[in-house]
């Protein structure tokens, strides 16, 4: 069975500080990673996608793969309440990214 | 504008009742699946398919059913051999960079 593991949280932060995600996976094949933003009784937004070891940064959002430790990371600079979420991670293997979900963590961003 | 449009928004059963719920995408993407949602416990995938007239059982598939006879549409059928089907369902769509999510369905039963 392959799996994701995160932290439930809630992960609480001030508004303007760095808030710090991690997610593990069990699949050394693993090819391709997610973040997704889930407010809550909304459904899943793609945020970041990351394929190769390293760092990868879209606006205030840095996403940090390390295969070699099956390690995810989201870090998200300058916190917003509007940052206020569930952030659930994912990871594929194979065609047509059919993906594994994390059970998410949720993130307060306190004013 | 592209993307996913799931129906209906909120969805009431009743006991031995089968619902279908629908999905539509005009994003041209080949593949589309479905996920349910409970509180705690993240999206668990229930059929997905890859190509028309092809679908594969997902890790619940138990108590439902799909068709995928066109590109654009992938609907689900929750059959009265669900026990628990009360839920958030999520249809999705993909190419080559992650998902796209419709809006969502939220069954109960009563």
């Known amino acids: 069975q392959k799996e994701v593991e995160q932290n439930s949280g809630p992960l609480s932060v001030p508004e303007g500080a760095i808030a710090s995600l991690n997610c593990t996976y069990s699949?050394?094949?693993?090819?391709?990673f997610f973040w997704y933003r889930q407010y809550s009784g909304k459904s899943p937004e793609l945020i970041m996608s990351?394929?190769?070891?390293g760092d990868k940064e879209d606006g205030r959002f840095t996403a940090q793969l390390n295969k070699a430790s099956q390690y995810v990371s989201l870090l998200i600079r300058d916190s917003q309440p509007s940052d206020s979420a569930t952030y659930l991670c994912?990871?594929?293997?194979?065609?047509?990214?059919?993906?594994?979900f994390g059970t998410g963590t949720k993130l307060q961003v306190i004013p | 504008d592209g993307g996913i449009t799931q129906s209906p928004k909120y969805l009431f059963r009743k006991e031995g009742q089968n619902v279908t719920l629908s999905c539509e995408q005009n994003?041209?993407?080949?593949?589309m699946y479905w996920y349910r949602q409970d509180p705690g416990q993240g999206l668990r995938l229930i059929y997905y398919?890859?190509?028309?007239?092809?679908?594969q059982k997902g890790d619940i598939a138990e108590g439902y059913s799909v068709s995928r006879e066109k590109k654009e549409s992938f609907p689900l059928t929750v059959t009265s051999a669900q026990k628990n089907p009360t839920a958030f369902y999520l249809c999705?769509?993909?190419?080559?960079?992650?998902?796209?999510f419709g809006s969502g369905t939220r069954l109960t039963v009563v």
């Open positions: 999705a769509s993909s190419m080559s960079n992650g998902y796209t």
């Open positions: 699949d050394r094949g693993s090819q391709s």
């Open positions: 990351i394929y190769s070891n």
């Open positions: 994912a990871v594929g293997s194979g065609g047509y990214q059919k993906v594994t």
């Open positions: 994003l041209n993407h080949d593949a």
């Open positions: 398919s890859q190509i028309v007239n092809d679908f």
